[in-house]
């Protein structure tokens, strides 16, 4: 799994309480899953889990640590954002005070990551999929029994 070191690396190097300290930072994985159908013998799959990150002592503001976790889901994991269902579970925290200067903070990312497995060469290929990527202006045909409609409708 990638986007759990992803995070790790993003957060120890954009918020300077963590470049200081990286002993606060902790990052695991809970509720783990493989979503695989093997298909026709195919070995691809996609792990489903959810990703805790635990900063542990804070004493900076709490934005210093979703921002740079928005920025990255929107690229990695947009569906936390452009899903509603998701929107609600999908990135969830809680904070324990400790004192009037510092916090911890848990945060829990629903992620996934799609892994393709093929056969080359009688040897099995493991590429790890990019996040697919959607346009907003698509043109799209919508064919009826055969018969083209035009799409959208026209009122």
Not at 97 to 109: C, Q, R, S, V
Request: charged share 20%; net charge negative.
């Amino acid at each position: 799994m990638n986007k759990p070191s992803q995070i790790r690396e993003l957060l120890s190097s954009s918020i300077a309480t963590l470049k200081q300290n990286p002993e606060n930072l902790h990052v695991f994985i809970e509720e783990g899953n493989i979503a695989a159908t093997a298909a026709g013998g195919n070995l691809s799959f996609e792990y489903q889990f959810t990703c805790v990150i635990i900063v542990t002592d804070f004493n900076e503001h709490a934005d210093n640590v979703i921002i740079p976790l928005l920025g990255w889901i929107t690229k990695n994991q947009p569906e936390l954002l452009e899903n509603p269902e998701l929107r609600e579970t999908g990135f969830q925290f809680k904070a324990e005070l400790l004192n009037h200067a510092t916090f911890d903070l848990e945060i829990k990312l629903k992620l996934t990551e799609r892994v393709k497995v093929t056969e080359q060469q009688n040897a099995l290929h493991v590429e790890h999929l990019p996040e697919p990527i959607f346009e907003d202006n698509i043109d799209w045909t919508l064919f009826t029994n055969g018969t083209k409609t035009p799409w959208p409708p026209t009122t």
